[in-house]
């Protein structure tokens, strides 16, 4: 090639031929567009083939705040309907440190030698405020999160507890249609989101710690009136005594309540979610919960109850976006609670003003 530093003097150097550049776009990027836009057709049969891909992006829309998203994941849900519901869905509560994570890890597993698919959701109303979910979080669940037929979802983090609780109740739907026969729905014991997690699920597992003596004390009645069984972990080592003294006197306490509208006197049982042991009692004890209430019409009787709760929850929570999220309200709020903190106006009276404001800016007829 004729090149001046080709020229013999230069010895040692040579200048090739160059070869042609390549686009600076790749073109077949052109084949796979960023945040591929599916159609509800498309979702649904993603979903419906156990694709897990489609389904994380079907409970993004679930998620999703955005209008668009919702009108779409609403259409996805109603399509899903018909084939969700198979599944044996279990709430599990207690409180940090209970062994909530290490305990869904085993129980899993458990499931899932046995041949099931589990989904790993979460209700934690908090998670807005400490900026990410300490629940339903896949670092805590090792084994579970490297398995193929296990699908681990953080809580939905945006928003009020019924808001958060709605889009749990959603995502259930969307993994039964998905083909998962057992759906966990995990919280923290420490405040509302129980009864929302009561209201989604079949069986209620509370996971206790042997304490000192007086670990009825801590404990809300409430919470200890929801539950189907009462599980006390870490029964391992020198554990063991205390954990089996805490069954006593859970299982005493038990009785002097009434018993549930279910039929079935809730169970108080020892385990080590660490060590594995008294797993298969755990899912024995489930399982018969299962099939006494199958058999009682309890089963159905309380799924129904719950679709009726969930659609009063979402009335609820619409209409309360709806009068707070608007701009008009939301200032006129403002200023009634200074006028209601200064005793210039009643608490009723600004209320009502509030509500007529807001019916007059929607056309509705004053009331
Ligand atoms: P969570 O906050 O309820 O999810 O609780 P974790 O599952 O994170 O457990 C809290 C701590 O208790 C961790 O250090 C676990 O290793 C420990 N732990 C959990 N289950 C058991 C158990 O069965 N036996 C013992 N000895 N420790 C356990």
Redesign the pocket.
Known sequence: MKHPENDPKYVGISVNKGVAQPPTVNPYLKRRPKGVKRTVDEYVEGILSGDRVILSQAVTLVESSLPSHFEKAQAIIEKCLPHAGNSIRVGIT??????????IDTFGMHLLEKGHQLAVLAIDPSSELSKGS?LGDKT?MERLSNEPNAFIRPSPSAGSLGGVARKTRETIVLCEAAGFDYVFVETVGVGQSETAVHSMVDFFLL?QLAGTGDELQGIKRGIMEMADGIVI?????D?IPKAKMAQRHYSNALHLFPLPESGWSPEVLT?????GLGIVEVWDMVHRYIDFVKQNGYFTRKRKEQSKYWMFETINERLRGSFYNDPEIARLLVQLEEEVLQSRKSSFVAAREALDTYFARHSFPKK
Request: no cysteine; glycine share 20%.
């Open positions: 207690g409180v940090p440190g209970a062994g909530k994570s290490t305990s300490i805590r996971i972990n870490k029964a391992d080592g554990n385990y080590s979610g660490y060590y």
